[in-house]
C-alpha cells in the first residue's frame, strides 16, 4: 500500500475527497431517518460531531460503494455522486446530488487545512437543511449511484464491478432543484443539492389489488 507521504497531491485529494464522501452520505442516511437513532453513533470528524453507523452491514455498503469510486475520482471519471431515495416502484422521491469536477491536471498542493475547512463547511450545512427535504415514505427503499463521464470498462479496475446499473426510475420533467452549498477553489469544485419531482412530474398509476 502507498504511503501517504508518497502520494501526489491528485491522489491525496482524491482520498480526503472519497473519505468526506462517506462520512457525508452517512450524514444524509441518518438525517432522513431511514433507521432508528439507535443505528448510529456520534464521532467527530474534521472537528464536526457526525454519525457514524454502527451497524456493520449499513457501514460497509456505505464504505465499500464510496471507496470504489477512488480509482474513478482519481481519473476525473465520476461526475455526480447521488443518494436517491424512492418508492417500493423505484421511482425517485428525493436525491442529494453532490456534483463534482475535480481538475487533476492541476498539480497544486491544496493545503490540507484550506481543503477541510471547505469540506467542514458542507458537513454543517447538511446537518441543519432537513427543513428542505421532504418526508419519506414508508418503506421507502435508497442507494447509492455515480454517475460516470465514460462507463468503467470490467477488468480495468476491481472497483469497476461493484458498480451496476440502477433499476430505479428516472423523471420524465427536469426536477426541482434546492442548492445546499457549493465550493469553488481550484482543483476542486463541487456542488451538494436537492433534487425533487417536478408539480408537472406525472403521478404513477395507482395498482389494483
Not at 93 to 113: A, H, M
Not at 119 to 142: A, E
Request: net charge neutral.
Amino acid at each position: 500500500m502507498e504511503s501517504r507521504e508518497n502520494q501526489s497531491p491528485q491522489d491525496e485529494r482524491a482520498r480526503v475527497l472519497v473519505e468526506f464522501l462517506e462520512v457525508a452520505i452517512t450524514s444524509i442516511i441518518f438525517l432522513k431517518g431511514v433507521y432508528p437513532g439507535g443505528a448510529f453513533e456520534r464521532r467527530r470528524y474534521m472537528n464536526v460531531v457526525v454519525q457514524r453507523a454502527r451497524h456493520p452491514q449499513l457501514r460497509d455498503y456505505i464504505h465499500s460503494a464510496v471507496t470504489g469510486l477512488l480509482p474513478f475520482i482519481q481519473k476525473g471519471l465520476v461526475n455526480r455522486v447521488a443518494v436517491i431515495f424512492s418508492s417500493t416502484d423505484n421511482i425517485p422521491v428525493e436525491r442529494f446530488i453532490f456534483k463534482l469536477t475535480v481538475n487533476q491536471s492541476c498539480d497544486l498542493k491544496v493545503e490540507e487545512g484550506d481543503l477541510e475547512f471547505s469540506l467542514r463547511s458542507f458537513l454543517m450545512k447538511l446537518s441543519v437543511s432537513g427543513p428542505l427535504t421532504k418526508v419519506l415514505p414508508r418503506d421507502c427503499r435508497w442507494e447509492i449511484t455515480a454517475y460516470f463521464s465514460s462507463i468503467p470498462q470490467v477488468g480495468t479496475s476491481k472497483y469497476a464491478e461493484l458498480w451496476i446499473p440502477t433499476d430505479t426510475k428516472q423523471w420524465q420533467q427536469p426536477p426541482l432543484i434546492t442548492p445546499i452549498k457549493s465550493m469553488s477553489s481550484e482543483p476542486l469544485f463541487m456542488q451538494l443539492y436537492l433534487e425533487h419531482p417536478s408539480l408537472s412530474e406525472p403521478k404513477p398509476e395507482a395498482k389494483n389489488y
